[in-house]
């Protein structure tokens, strides 16, 4: 039985700062930021929405009623969830009108929790072919102003349906994990910015992958000549290129030009958005997918995940026919454009604001936010969400 996505879907808030003025800002030559880093845009997200709202906002574009009762699984993947007991998994669940008879988890391990999702949600149908499972990765990536990880901030939410004769890709069984324990970059409890180690965290995203792709050929038999595109999580563009290269060097010349080119096409959407951690390699997937045309039926794509921590997979899967039809293409188009320019010092009072945590009440103005899903306020130590179209 073949299991795969199904469909694929991302959100990212109304809001982009353009990285050349942040750059000017911050005394920064701007190329630093845009070749150096390889970043354009950073989605900023305003406080009406949170990785909650986020990754509703995803999972409603792509969801139809049939989905909406076949769902009897939702795995939230975030590293910046809302409450340390109940799962966003729960409020998504509800946002959406999903079948009840369902189960509801949070997963976290950095920016890798969305692919152990997909992990578990194939094992799921495997069990239970008729059912489908809806994997989110929701995230906002905070460092803080003026800090070295400030370029590589970020807002978003992907969307995956996961499914038996899926009609955009069928994962394979291969796949290769890694765990170690690195403090390359981390988010104590009390803190709502990661501290990273940027240069660790750089040196052991390409460590892990060089380990992982050679355990990978030797367990599959395969190597780059199979590979249509390798997809990347991408905590900045710049980063899945340095892993890459080296490896390139195993192949000739053909492969390694379809393979770069491929490559820059899956950090296109990445570069207008940020990082957007769980959901970063799914970003990069998509825009894949939906911007290199001459992607055909058959194709393998390979995708490596990396969550700081850490822990590391490199998984596949193959294009399925008529895939470009199951993809929302226009709608994200849509959305990358009709996003509005804030400017730094915007950026910086939004960057700013801060939910109350002394159980205090706030009423949040959702008029400003064009979601369908926000954050409307917190009563009650509760957070209010509304979804505009019910
Ligand atoms: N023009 C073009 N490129 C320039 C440049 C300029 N004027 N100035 C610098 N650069 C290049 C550097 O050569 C470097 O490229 P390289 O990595 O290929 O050598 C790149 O821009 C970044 O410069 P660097 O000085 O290393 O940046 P930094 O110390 O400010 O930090 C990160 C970069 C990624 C470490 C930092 O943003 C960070 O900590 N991010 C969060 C953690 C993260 O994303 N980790 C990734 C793995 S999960």
Same mark, same amino acid.
């Given at each position: 039985? =073949?299991?795969?996505?199904?469909?694929?879907?991302?959100?990212?808030?109304?809001?982009? $700062?353009?990285?050349?003025?942040?750059?000017?800002? %911050?005394?920064?030559?701007?190329?630093?930021?845009?070749?150096?880093?390889?970043?354009?845009?950073?989605?900023?997200?305003?406080?009406?929405?949170?990785?909650?709202?986020?990754?509703?906002?995803?999972?409603?574009?792509?969801?139809?009623?049939?989905?909406?009762?076949?769902?009897?699984?939702?795995?939230?993947?975030?590293?910046?969830?809302?409450?340390?007991?109940?799962?966003?998994?729960?409020?998504?669940?509800?946002?959406?009108?999903?079948?009840?008879?369902?189960?509801?988890?949070?997963?976290?391990?950095?920016?890798?929790?969305?692919?152990?999702?997909?992990?578990?949600a194939k094992g799921?149908i495997a069990m239970?072919?008729?059912?489908?499972?809806?994997?989110?990765?929701?995230?906002?990536?905070?460092?803080?102003?003026?800090?070295?990880?400030?370029?590589?901030?970020?807002?978003?939410?992907?969307?995956?349906?996961? +499914?038996?004769?899926?009609?955009?890709?069928?994962?394979?069984?291969?796949?290769?994990?890694?765990?170690?324990?690195?403090?390359?970059?981390?988010?104590?409890?009390?803190?709502?910015?990661?501290?990273?180690?940027?240069? $660790?965290?750089?040196?052991?995203?390409?460590?892990?992958?060089?380990?992982?792709?050679? #355990?990978? =050929?030797?367990? +599959?038999?395969?190597?780059? =000549?199979?590979?249509?595109?390798?997809?990347?999580?991408?905590?900045?563009?710049?980063?899945?290129?340095?892993?890459?290269?080296?490896?390139?060097?195993?192949?000739?010349?053909?492969?390694?030009?379809?393979?770069?080119?491929?490559?820059?096409? +899956?950090?296109?959407?990445? #570069?207008?958005?940020?990082?957007?951690?769980?959901?970063?390699?799914?970003? +990069?997937?998509?825009? $894949?997918?939906?911007?290199?045309?001459?992607?055909?039926?058959?194709?393998?794509?390979?995708?490596?995940?990396?969550?700081?921590?850490?822990?590391?997979?490199?998984?596949?899967?193959?294009?399925?026919?008529?895939? %470009?039809?199951?993809?929302q293409v226009k709608?994200?188009?849509?959305?990358?454009?009709? #996003?509005?320019?804030?400017?730094?010092?915007?950026?910086?009072?939004?960057?700013?604001?801060?939910?109350?945590?002394?159980?205090?009440?706030?009423?949040?103005?959702?008029?400003?936010?064009?979601?369908?899903?926000?954050?409307?306020?917190?009563?009650?130590?509760?957070?209010?969400?509304?979804? =505009?179209?019910?």
């Amino acid at each position: 039985m =073949k299991i795969g996505i199904d469909k694929i879907g991302f959100y990212a808030p109304h809001l982009y $700062l353009d990285m050349t003025k942040l750059a000017e800002t %911050r005394n920064v030559d701007p190329d630093k930021f845009t070749i150096g880093i390889g970043q354009e845009k950073m989605a900023v997200p305003p406080m009406t929405q949170d990785a909650v709202t986020l990754a509703a906002n995803a999972a409603l574009k792509i969801l139809d009623e049939a989905d909406k009762q076949a769902i009897d699984f939702v795995i939230f993947g975030t590293e910046t969830g809302v409450d340390s007991s109940k799962s966003a998994a729960v409020y998504v669940h509800e946002l959406l009108g999903l079948n009840p008879y369902a189960r509801a988890i949070e997963v976290k391990q950095a920016c890798y929790g969305a692919t152990a999702g997909i992990q578990m949600a194939k094992g799921h149908i495997a069990m239970n072919p008729e059912s489908k499972v809806l994997v989110l990765g929701s995230d906002i990536a905070r460092y803080g102003l003026s800090t070295p990880g400030e370029a590589t901030q970020g807002a978003g939410a992907a969307a995956l349906l996961i +499914s038996a004769d899926p009609h955009i890709m069928a994962l394979e069984d291969e796949s290769v994990y890694f765990t170690a324990d690195v403090m390359d970059f981390w988010r104590p409890v009390y803190s709502d910015e990661a501290f990273a180690d940027g240069k $660790l965290s750089n040196e052991q995203y390409i460590a892990f992958f060089s380990e992982i792709w050679s #355990r990978y =050929k030797e367990k +599959s038999g395969l190597d780059l =000549k199979d590979f249509e595109a390798i997809t990347f999580h991408l905590p900045y563009t710049k980063m899945g290129k340095k892993a890459l290269k080296p490896v390139l060097e195993e192949a000739d010349a053909n492969i390694q030009e379809r393979l770069k080119t491929n490559y820059q096409v +899956s950090t296109g959407y990445n #570069r207008i958005i940020g990082n957007v951690y769980t959901g970063s390699l799914y970003l +990069s997937l998509l825009s $894949l997918l939906e911007q290199q045309n001459d992607l055909e039926a058959g194709s393998r794509i390979g995708m490596f995940s990396y969550g700081s921590g850490a822990v590391g997979e490199f998984f596949t899967g193959i294009l399925q026919d008529g895939f %470009r039809e199951h993809l929302q293409v226009k709608q994200h188009h849509d959305m990358f454009t009709s #996003r509005k320019e804030v400017t730094v010092p915007e950026y910086e009072a939004i960057f700013e604001e801060k939910l109350p945590t002394d159980g205090s009440t706030i009423k949040l103005d959702i008029n400003n936010d064009p979601a369908a899903i926000c954050l409307g306020g917190i009563s009650d130590d509760k957070r209010q969400y509304v979804n =505009k179209l019910q």
